[in-house]
C-alpha cells in the first residue's frame, strides 16, 4: 500500500496565518494565527504551528504556499533558493500578501534544514502554488492594457488574484453544470475579485497588474483613474511610496467609511453613519457592476458563485447584489439564502431564476494541495 503523504499547507496573509495539515486530501487538522503584522511576529506564530507538530510526533513530508503574485509561473513550483529570490523581485507587485509569503518560506527553509540535518529522513520539500496560475490561458484581448504593446512583451499585463480560491468553487459546482456553462465567481472579502469562468477556464477578472485593480475592497482603492497619480504627486505633495501606502491600506471601505474595513462593523453602523452606509452602497454597487460586464461579455450567465468571507457569510450582500441583477432574471430564494449553517455549498436562487445562484465555502488549502501533488 502506497505510504500517505504528510503535508502542511501555509496561506500567510498580511496579518494572519492559516494552516491545516494533511494526509494525501484529508485534513487532520487546521488553524489560525491571527494579529500578525510584523516579520518578528510572523517568525513566532510559525514556531508555534512547528510547535504543535512537534507535539504530535509529525514531520511533514512538504510545506505548502500560496503564493499570492507568480508572474510568469503557470504551474506549482518546488521552492529552491532561485525561486525565493524571483519571488523577492516581484513581491512589491502584491505587498500586503508576497512580503510576508516569501519570509514565511525563508523561515519554513532554515526550520526544515534544521530539524533534517542530523536525521536520516529525506529533507521535506517545499512547494509554491500561485494565485495568477488559474489565468494564465486568459485570451490575450482581456489581458492586454490599451498602453503600448511592448509594455505587454515586458509583462506589464493583467494577472488575476484569487485564482485558488476561484478555481475551487467553481470545480464544486461543475456537478450542476454538468461540467460546463458561463460562470461568474465573486470571492468577497477584505480582499475582493470577480472572475468569468467558460466551461472551467478563466477567461477574466476583476484584479489585474496587481491585487489593486478591480472592486473596492477592505482597504483597496479598486479601479481608478490613473490620472489621480500625478495630480496627487503634483498638487498634494505625496511621494510614490506615500500614494502606494494609501491605495492599499487607508482606501477602499476604511477610507470612504472612515470607521472600519470589515462589513459586519459597518452594516451594524448603516442607519446611523451615513459614509457606513455609503461604503456598503459603494460595495454593493461596483459587484453589481462588474457581473453586468462580465455577463454582456460573454452573452449571458448560467450560474454566480458567491464566496469568500463576506460571500459566504451575509446574505445581506447577496440579496443586495441580487435584487440588482433582475434584468438577468435572477431570483434569490430568501429562506435558503438565509441559511447560515450549510455544509459545502448551498444553492441560493430561487426554482424559477434564469440563472443558478450558489454560495460556496471555499477551501484554498484543499485546493492548494490538489494542485501541488502532482511535483511533490
Not at 74 to 102: C, F, G, S, W, Y
Not at 156 to 161: L, Q, W
Not at 242 to 265: A, Y
Not at 298 to 307: E, K, P
Request: charged share 25%; net charge positive; glycine share 8%.
Amino acid at each position: 500500500m502506497k505510504q500517505k503523504k504528510t503535508i502542511l499547507a501555509l496561506n500567510v496573509g498580511s496579518s494572519s496565518i492559516k494552516y491545516s495539515l494533511f494526509q494525501d486530501e484529508e485534513c487532520i487538522f487546521s488553524g489560525e494565527e491571527e494579529k500578525v503584522f510584523t516579520k518578528k511576529q510572523r517568525y513566532s506564530s510559525l514556531s508555534k504551528i512547528f510547535s504543535e507538530l512537534e507535539k504530535r510526533k509529525i514531520k511533514p513530508d512538504a510545506v505548502v504556499h500560496r503564493v499570492v503574485h507568480g508572474k510568469d509561473f503557470r504551474q506549482p513550483e518546488i521552492i529552491d533558493t532561485m525561486l525565493i529570490k524571483k519571488l523577492n523581485k516581484i513581491a512589491e507587485l502584491a505587498p500586503l500578501h508576497e512580503i510576508p509569503e516569501v519570509q514565511a518560506i525563508e523561515f519554513c527553509k532554515e526550520r526544515l534544514e534544521a530539524e533534517n540535518k542530523n536525521s536520516g529522513k529525506k529533507k521535506a520539500v517545499q512547494a509554491a502554488v500561485f494565485d495568477t496560475s488559474f489565468y494564465a490561458d486568459m485570451p490575450e484581448k482581456n489581458s492586454i492594457y490599451g498602453i503600448p504593446y511592448r509594455f505587454y512583451k515586458k509583462g506589464i499585463r493583467k494577472y488575476g488574484f484569487h485564482g485558488i480560491s476561484h478555481k475551487y468553487v467553481t470545480n464544486e459546482i461543475k456537478e450542476f453544470m454538468n461540467g460546463k456553462g458561463k460562470v461568474i465567481s465573486c470571492h468577497l472579502g477584505n480582499g475582493s475579485s470577480v472572475t468569468a469562468v467558460v466551461n472551467g477556464k478563466a477567461i477574466d477578472t476583476s484584479m489585474g497588474f496587481t491585487p489593486l485593480e478591480g472592486l473596492v475592497m477592505g482597504t483597496r482603492s479598486g479601479s481608478i483613474d490613473p490620472a489621480i497619480i500625478p495630480y496627487l504627486i503634483k498638487y498634494e505633495k505625496m511621494s510614490i511610496a506615500e500614494i502606494s501606502s494609501m491605495l492599499n491600506n487607508e482606501s477602499g471601505l476604511l477610507g470612504i467609511s472612515g470607521l472600519s474595513r470589515d462589513m459586519r462593523t459597518l452594516l451594524e453602523n448603516k442607519e446611523k453613519d451615513r459614509k457606513a452606509k455609503l461604503a456598503v452602497e459603494v460595495f454593493i454597487d461596483r459587484v453589481v457592476k462588474q457581473i453586468g460586464s462580465f455577463a454582456a461579455m460573454m452573452n449571458g450567465v448560467d450560474a454566480i458563485i458567491f464566496t469568500g468571507g463576506i460571500g459566504e457569510h451575509n446574505p445581506y450582500i447577496r440579496n443586495e447584489i441580487s435584487k440588482n441583477l433582475l434584468f438577468l432574471g435572477v431570483k434569490i430564494d430568501g429562506k435558503m439564502n438565509n441559511n447560515l449553517n450549510f455544509n459545502k455549498k448551498i444553492q441560493i436562487s430561487s426554482k424559477s431564476s434564469k440563472v443558478k445562484i450558489f454560495a460556496v465555502k471555499t477551501d484554498e488549502m484543499l485546493e492548494m494541495i490538489i494542485e501541488a501533488k502532482s511535483i511533490i
